[in-house]
């Protein structure tokens, strides 16, 4: 080891006893339990259920109270106790107000404050006393502190103890003590949370999950498609621009690209109120109770102008990227524009719904002059949306497009595979990739494409759109997109997007070996944990495949998918004990919630036991700290054991 870096770390620890201090209080942690893991997965902008899931801790929250409490309280006792934890500030003004008077309310204020400071200790035991100490309101922490570590048995601090709730009570503070509790304990169940792709598009507040991601405690992202889509319109790809606002008017989200982000949508409707009129196949797919019919007549003219420059803007990308397999998806130079009609694969379907009044038949992906003002204009305001900007940031910065972690493999999509079962190979810039090196390969492209945002034509840029849509792509997993098809031809054939292989291969034990292998994960130990896909319990499919090596937790978060997968999304545990997948009922509202105690989880799944309680040692962290061990030892030796 360099002797100059031993220097600059003997300034830090200038005597033998803080070493040594250091190395006892790392031991340490190394043999503590490791800390509860919570995995969630295409979220796609449904912030009040995923608010509910982070709150409730997919059912570790009323999990600890039931340790504690069951036997001991009434169950009204247990469900209000889980509510007020999940939802502080509006469960304790409906307490309040049921209390007739002062007396009755500070007695409820008491027992309260003890029952809490108990599920803290208890949601802490697993925890060393600094990182407790971070979980707790900063105004409270001391006095928490004087109560959580009550070790004398006799009473002589019992009084003591008494007054310092007293006192709390008597000088109003115990609505905020209870609230601080109440989210330390939100904070203490889960050590670490992932999110397993798809924050971005169909539901209405991405932009909230993101604020809630950038202020949560510990989290990691493993990007999905449509993150990625977001990625790349911030990165410069006005294809990936298209996409998102197309998006939006789909499912009546225009007020995040708007509102939210501050992005001028009024020269896209001077465009579109020019050259469109309605349009069945263009209107809104979910809309808004709040929209007016006027209203979802401009989001379907919207709707048209942006995907017509969508596929526009596919062509010269398609022409100028052969490697990409892509001339098929030519739709707008393949279209019979005298007769109506398309032909895919030596069969002619009539279109439907045709909305062409500004492609030239003779130069179909040519852009009106007007069109380019506006996706230019378009481009430039996404740019310079400060909240926007520092939301891509952050998804660059703890996002990437895999993560091993633990001993598992967490992906969003897939591992491109061929029907045998290996690895699919794409030769980019006369290279070939496959596998984990594939995966490498997109994710330096994304990062050049968004720290060069100025290079707009390049192959970085390119790839990114390719992610979006690629039959290779490890995120969108499919051999096409048909997107034209599904607006313009009512042969619901042309709509089928054939899977990439490893969607049924991932049920099969040997290739999810393989696949854990490829990326230096033991294959006896580790889980792949999957999104993307909703997962059909409605029809009897199992997300825990390959028994046990394949999690699939895309359940169906999207509003839109539920009818489809019978529930409302899937979340993973994995704690020092093993690993469960909670399924999860349709989240109405908070208010149902608070007035009903009705929760939203259903039936636990094991998905994995450990034999040996897992240790830090044996996680990420731990091998961090290890190698922080391995060097305060040599610390020892260089400085302070040879003098």
């Not at 309040?96 to 007396?103: R, Y």
């Not at 028994?547 to 895309?554: A, E, F, R, S, T």
């Amino acid at each position: 080891m360099n002797t100059k870096y031993l220097d600059l770390l003997a300034e830090k620890y200038d005597s033998e006893e803080k070493v040594a201090a250091e190395l006892i209080n790392l031991e340490a942690i190394l043999n503590l339990p490791k800390g509860t893991e919570h995995f969630v997965s295409d979220l796609h902008g449904e912030y009040q259920a995923f608010q509910h899931v982070l709150r409730n801790g997919s059912g570790r929250v009323e999990e600890k109270i039931r340790d504690i409490f069951n036997g001991s309280i009434y169950e009204s006792e247990i469900n209000e106790m889980v509510t007020l934890v999940y939802y502080p500030e509006e469960k304790l003004q409906m307490i309040k107000n049921s209390f007739a008077n002062d007396q009755e309310l500070n007695l409820w204020y008491k027992e309260t404050i003890g029952r809490l400071i108990k599920l803290v200790s208890y949601a802490s035991s697993k925890y060393t006393h600094a990182k407790l100490r971070k979980a707790l309101p900063s105004q409270f922490a001391y006095i928490i502190e004087e109560l959580l570590y009550k070790t004398d048995e006799s009473a002589n601090k019992e009084q003591y103890y008494s007054q310092i709730v007293q006192q709390i009570i008597s000088l109003g503070q115990a609505d905020k003590l209870i609230i601080g509790l109440a989210y330390s304990t939100q904070r203490l169940v889960v050590d670490h949370l992932h999110v397993v792709g798809d924050i971005y598009d169909r539901g209405p507040e991405p932009d909230k999950i993101m604020e809630t991601l950038i202020n949560y405690h510990s989290v990691d992202i493993q990007w999905g498609n449509h993150d990625v889509l977001w990625i790349g319109a911030f990165a410069g790809s006005k294809v990936c621009l298209a996409n998102i606002i197309r998006i939006c008017a789909r499912y009546d989200n225009l007020d995040i690209i708007e509102d939210v982000y501050g992005i001028n949508l009024r020269p896209l409707l001077n465009l579109a109120d020019k050259y469109y009129d309605d349009n069945p196949a263009f209107r809104p797919k979910v809309p808004s109770d709040k929209t007016t019919e006027h209203e979802k007549l401009q989001i379907t003219k919207i709707h048209q102008a942006i995907s017509i420059i969508q596929f526009k803007l596919e062509s010269p990308i398609i022409k100028r990227r052969p490697n990409f397999n892509m001339s098929e998806r030519l739709v707008l130079e393949n279209v019979d524009y005298e007769n109506n009609e398309l032909t895919i694969h030596d069969k002619t379907y009539p279109l439907e719904n045709s909305c062409f009044a500004t492609v030239d038949p003779k130069n179909p992906a040519q852009l009106l002059e007007e069109e380019q003002q506006v996706i230019d204009k378009l481009l430039f305001s996404l740019q310079h949306s400060e909240k926007l900007a520092r939301h891509m940031r952050f998804l660059m910065k703890k996002g990437s497009l895999y993560l091993k972690y633990n001993g598992n493999l967490l992906i969003h999509g897939c591992i491109p595979l061929n029907e045998d079962g290996k690895m699919e190979k794409m030769v980019i810039e006369d290279q070939t990739y496959a596998g984990r090196d594939l995966l490498d390969i997109f994710e330096r492209f994304l990062r050049y494409a968004f720290t060069h945002p100025e290079e707009t034509d390049d192959l970085a840029t390119d790839m990114v759109w390719y992610l979006w849509t690629g039959e290779y792509s490890s995120l969108f997993g499919k051999r096409k997109m048909t997107t034209f098809e599904r607006y313009f031809i009512s042969d619901k054939d042309t709509h089928k997007e054939k899977k990439n292989p490893y969607y049924y291969l991932r049920e099969d034990v040997k290739v999810c070996r393989s696949i854990l292998k490829e990326f230096d994960l033991d294959p006896d130990q580790g889980h792949i944990i999957n999104g993307h896909t909703p997962v059909k319990e409605i029809e009897g499919e199992n997300p825990i495949k390959a028994n046990g090596k394949m999690v699939v937790i895309d359940g169906g978060f999207s509003k839109a998918y539920q009818s489809t997968t019978g529930i409302a999304g899937y979340t993973l545990l994995y704690n020092s004990y093993g690993m469960q997948l909670v399924a999860h009922k349709q989240f109405h509202s908070k208010e149902d919630v608070l007035t009903n105690g009705t929760d939203v989880l259903s039936v636990k799944r094991l998905v994995d036991k450990e034999l040996d309680r897992k240790k830090v040692r044996e996680t990420n962290v731990g091998e961090e700290m290890l190698e922080e061990v391995s060097i305060l030892k040599r610390l020892m030796e260089y400085r302070y054991m040879n003098r």
